[in-house]
């Protein structure tokens, strides 16, 4: 889009309602980063080209240097407790790591600062879009960062998922973060007394995309005409490496949990939910969901409808993580702190927002715009 | 629901937002009206059960002398100019009726007022239910009321529909008006002077119960994703009288103007829509809507989504019938006048109301409720 | 139908290719059988009606005799190692019953030798209805009828499940046995020699009435074409007891298998499949499932097709249990024995038969019934 | 895929079982033929791919120089009477013609004849992938051929449409013809009498690639348990060149015809039909169809299912076309004359077939097979 090579359609921040809003143009940003994996990101973006038709090979082929640029940015990551499905598809150097938690959050940390001070950034925001990770159940040591702080001194391991590390180096390290993946840790009380400690914002949880989406578009409806949701059944197929990842029960339910709290919360009764997860190798980089609703009218009638949902993951996810990152910049040059609760409509679990209708989580969004004018 | 013999759901007013509401009471109601066919409300209540299991015979059996009370408050309507299927449904009777306009108005006013009388009715809300009538090319005549008025007197019967007749007796016997049909010329400028002349306000125009419901739920979705909606078809499959009745392309069109207008408006340019309405009488009673998305997101790759909508007809209108009168009984009571505008969600072409987007219509009713504590 | 209240619609039995064909008439057919729970087969029916809308109540009513007649045929049945769910459905009396084996098989064969001789039947062809049971691993006692004999005498509860001992009884009393449900032990090696060593056929498993059998149906056009089949999925939501039975994983388990063995068999290879049933307690009787399907073209281009099917369980049911009886009773009359392959069409895991084929199966039918002549 | 470039997929003829079968290898086949456009072959193919994503533009470049071979074989055609959406397509060459039409039958068979010698052909097979022709109502002109002779001798041209004049040139240069769309004149009996007077075989009509071929693979069943279809209505949307000139009424009309007269046939009864063809630009080579089904089973209780079909045209069409190239020429080496009607199951109006049920359909082309064993 820098290079004028792509329209600029599916990013929010391009729509002509921040049309003179000062947000970083995209050729101001440079992107790097932490991988556990070995694959550059010209070939990643290929992968997802081939299963869905999504990056036309050309456009990499164009994109050649801007992908070896980034490339050289990206780090070996770290990722202890990662839980076997994920520690499977790490390189070996990684999976051999035996730093302790402290100083992998240290190392981490100067990773941030290096690249700010090599790419003369004036800030760098920090986007967590690991896969998804298995839950842990919160304890003391989730409550308050005196105990979080015991917990990594005493490098116990089975305390954190690697994403806490990076959100701990990111708050250490001045810099926001955004975490688009539901693992339950990351944004804990304790982290964010961290954050709140050293005055940088952060936001997530889970990047709403899909399904989810539009769920929390159309559940309102029910409401507004009194008709009675009985039950709500959403099927997810998708067969990338979120997809594969999630086959695991413990990742599935992490993801299941964030996408199945919405309906009462809009609807102010609980119908019967289930969501489903499943890998389909065959779809790549595509998603496909079908959710049927059966609710209840006037006497008593019980109608239903259905929707189904065929989009690509990265096509999806990509323009999200840019307007986001635009939008945080922004805040944070303005000094906002906190949870940035008016990014809601952006995620499946958004921190300290109380509503999971989109349309309220939009207005919010909204009147953070016009207050910036 | 008066009786406690069917559950009160479906209906906005008897959401626990309207608790303490001052909203007139079911049992305080009282139904009657015109109609040009001469089947018994028992007849086409047990129709519609018939066709779609939505209304049970043994319900309709219990409430045997309410269906009659209201059959005797049922008087003969008038239908000059309605177009050649609506007219081949009334009674020989009302086809052989050679009142003039003037002397048809009046005749209409007389009976809501006798019916007021009888009833000893504080105020009488007065519904158009018919079927959807032809448009009509909007002229002068329809601009002010003085031009109107000099159309009536002069007979130029095709200058109106019988629904502006029946508008017009409520506007003159001060009778608030609902124009829960298409029909272009009814609140036309002319008539909405009649109706501030006499105080009375009015709303309309369409009931919005299904697939332009689900569409203007789901509309406002895109927007704010910034993707881009390439197409937009929808498929409406429905059995009813109604669906009868829209065989006809004259009275089709003048439905599919209203459901069609939407997209442009939430979305701020116009993709390529279509609306198509087909008569399925094995459907009877029941609605069958299938909606396909075409849309473009980053990297300009295209998605699609779809959605199928299973309703009953009835059971979805009258319960927003009921809601209508009994939020424009207090309105009226509380001395509002002109377009009830706080009603747009509503309508599918909501009078006085700029936005189509289902939310921010919705907020509107909600504003409307708060300022009436 | 005998009695004219219901068009003979549904019945492959009515169709016209069986005109003139002597098979059993409705009224000299005569219904009876066990049950382990206590509902009438009148409350059963409104249950099905409620939750459906497919039998109305006045219908219930008006055979009201004829229900009262049935329930004075239906004696309380046993159910030694039903498995969990099953069993807690059963009535005390039913869970208390400590009878060894043997002398269940010899009470079971008693009472269809009382009901044939008290109703003076011509013939008495036995169906298993009942709920899903879960596997049983197959070993050396269910290889051949000496060694199931020794485990019966030895009352091995584990080795059988119920409906086989209704088989065994079946048997010995020259019955012919249809075996409805996908339970594993019911038709073992063994069983089927017992039938052979009685005379009398038997057919089955697992009625074919919903989503399998539009697998069955579609699936050879993807053949036809050469179009490579990469995934197919299926989603079945369902409320009814079967559906309630199938929510503990080794029932469920049971049905998958013989859902899910299908697609290669047609296709000569195997995709990815899936097949989930899911309790949707909303839905009642009625059944909704959603079928995903993923295929490779010319190019390899991938392409998809999708079906939702929504029918009701019972309907779709009870006519091909009137079905298979009647040509059953038929086949018997005539002396046939063994596996009826010629009904492979109505079931999803055809005995005997190698081809899924639903049309393939049809027309061993349409053989079957010219050769009848 | 003579080159090894693409698999053999979607190809019924590489399907195993016709492993050994002496149908022509891919590398013997040469294309050539006439078109009224100007577009290159490799051009349409960069069109395709880009609406679809099913043709990679690295596959047209590497086929560079055989796209460039194949355009020097062909030649410009003629377009009399083509109704006015094809003839605005034609090149103003093609529009300015003024041959007679015996002349440019002439000419059409000259063009075929020195295609044959040119690139030394044992055999040429001519295939009609012309748009969609508006029908003409047959006349004594199309009974025979004598009188059809004396129409094209007076230069009739509202007696004749293109494809019909190709025909004609196919069957005096003594090569067998394949109608692959729906127009009507151009197999008529006049047409089929001077193939069979000239010992050359032909068929037709109109290619079963999408929607149609899900229905006839369908409609079986619901025979099969004798459910009664009520309504069938099939909606398709599609973008590419055919769905432009279909949204010429009569065009229209044309291949609606051969997709509606399916169900009739397979069902022995007629529901209630419509065929919709809606052309929708963002869709490119993309096609679409959902179908709805309402029928009714055991006590008249209704129910319904749906199937939505995402295809892309090229991909489903070119197969067929390989296929019954390849088949056709086999046929013809053996000597067969007349229509060759063991090829119904690729046509949704087979010449001389009897039925519409694909299965029979495809029992015919197995017993064919199975014959030239």
Known sequence: MAKGLAPRIGLLTEHEMFTGFPLAAFDE???????????????????????????????????????????????????????????QMATPKVQRDRRTLRSTITRLRKDIESFRERERCDRVVVVNLASTEAR?????????????????DADQRTKIR????????????????????????????????????????????????????????????????????????GYNLLGDRDGFVLQEGDNKASKIDTKDSLLPNILGYAPQTHVAIDYVASLGDRKTAWD?????????????????????????????????????????????????????????????VATQDLHQQWHALEAWVRAQG
Not at 56 to 61: G, H, I, Q, R, W
Not at 136 to 152: P, S
Not at 294 to 310: A, D
Not at 328 to 340: F, I, K, P, S, Y
Request: hydrophobic share 45%; net charge neutral.
């Open 29 to 87: 940003l440079v992107f790097g980063g932490h991988d556990i994996r070995e694959q550059t990101t010209r070939d990643a973006a290929l992968e997802v080209g081939r299963d869905s038709g999504s990056i036309a090979p050309e456009l990499v082929k164009r994109l050649a240097s801007d992908f070896r640029a980034i490339d050289r940015r990206v780090v070996t990551g770290s990722a202890p407790n990662a839980g076997k499905v994920i520690t």
């Open 136 to 152: 842990i159940r919160l304890a003391a040591a989730h409550k308050t960062l005196a105990a979080l702080d015991d917990a990594i």
């Open 162 to 233: 690697p994403s806490l590390l990076y959100a701990y180096a990111a708050a250490t390290a001045g810099c926001p973060f955004i975490h688009f993946t539901p693992s339950n840790v990351t944004l804990c009380p304790a982290m964010r007394e961290l954050f709140d400690e050293h005055g940088v914002p952060y936001m997530g949880a889970d990047g709403k995309t899909g399904e989810t989406l539009v769920k929390s578009a159309l559940a309102p409806m029910f409401k507004y005409r009194n008709l009675r949701v009985l039950s709500w059944l």
């Open 292 to 352: 049927y609703i059966h609710f209840e009218g006037f006497l008593g009638h019980r109608m239903h409808m259905e929707f189904t949902w065929h989009g690509c993951d990265a096509i999806l996810a990509a323009p999200l993580v840019l307007d986001i990152v635009r939008l945080v910049d922004l805040a944070t040059a303005r000094g906002e702190t906190g949870a940035l609760t008016w990014l809601g409509c952006f995620f499946k679990s958004p921190i300290g």
